[in-house]
């Protein structure tokens, strides 16, 4: 495959962009080689620089949910940029649109548009911390909240590719204030708990994890979680950031019937454009100023072209539930071919996956927290990876990553990654 113009790219970018890219996981340290540069992509394709196309797998870590340039979002952010781009004052799609995630989202009962996922994660815990007036968190390992501060302690996804899920940077009294607990492990968080009786704020988790791959919660789990946060008076966050209005129209927290007291948004409401929000309780977002004491704050909030593509997406997700049950029946088709293609090559690795989301993992161990996610040959994936890209397949270029499908694939589509992934596992492992 000729990637000579990504190549040229990258090279020269890494004169001016650290690493060469403005986010770590796109240089694909993980898996070596040189990443593609994107110059397009259409439905279930994207086309690199060297017009390469490619059957999507990454759909920008989860928003394309319709896949590339739906023809209703693209109208729908053309007209808006008729009257501008950027007001810095509230609109009506604002409204609108806060009251659509209230309905799709019954624990939402007011909600704050930010700009990222990020921010997102930090202002939902500086919210916890107003209200409860305590200073500690509860995050567990290997998932990832954004880059803020108080999250970078035993992250997931790019900040364990690079083997920095601790950064420098971070002063020791934030890290302090995080306390972290293994995925699926229920008595270390009472442990954490009892230890530091009245001293925890919030506690904060991927109800499904998309960031050390694909890790569902254990039974139980969350309904765990949501007792100790009662009985301890903890603010209890889902980071659907990644599975909101992706598993379901109510996210995770529908799927699985437990009810957050904040939910922290991303990608997807913004329908491919930067946006985030954090929203739960009233009783809670009450404290966010200017009504409360809590500020937070920003300049491009609420974006009119940003809510004018995510209100559109959100309102066509609404309005069509047979988005969800195409989602589900390709999720299903693709995971059993991958199964019946790891039997037939006398393997035994472990996919995870629910509804649209999946992991193959390159290990023989079930995959339910960090550990066992570690265990993965990543030498192997980074081959895999390459194969798959080789056969037009884009994938997330680390293991500890979640793949997104979206509706634009049809059968033809999934039956050409069940094929390339047959291919490629037989290419590995020789
Ligand atoms: N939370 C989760 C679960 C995420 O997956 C991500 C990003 O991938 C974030 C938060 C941070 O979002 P952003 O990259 O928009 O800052």
Redesign the pocket.
Known sequence: MNISTSQALFEKAQHFIPGGVN?PVRAFRAVGGSPVFIKSAKGPYVYDEDDNEYIELINS??PMILGHGHELIQKAVSDAIQHSFSFGAPTRREVEIAELITTMVPSIEKVRMVN??????MSAIRVARGFTGRDKIIKFEG?????GDSFLIAAG?GAVTFGTPDSPGVTKGVANDTLTAPYNDLDAVQKLVDANKGHIAALIL?PVV??MGCVLPAEGFLEGLRKICDEEGIVFIF?????GFRLSKGGAQERFGIKPDLT?L??IIGGGM?V?AYGGKAEIMNWVSPLGPVYQAGTLSGNPIAMAAGLTMLNYLNEHPEVYTQLELSGHKLVNGFTNSIKKLGLNYTINSIGSMYTLFFTDQAVTDFPSAKSSNLPLFGKYFHAMLDRGIYMGPSQFESMFLSTALEDGHIERIIEANEESLKEVIG
């Not at 998932?143 to 880059?147: A, L």
């Open positions: 986010s870590w989860g990222s996922g990020t921010e997102a994660t998932c990832y909240h954004g880059h996804s991927e998309g960031n980071d659907e950031v990644m599975t922290t991303g990608k930067p985030g």
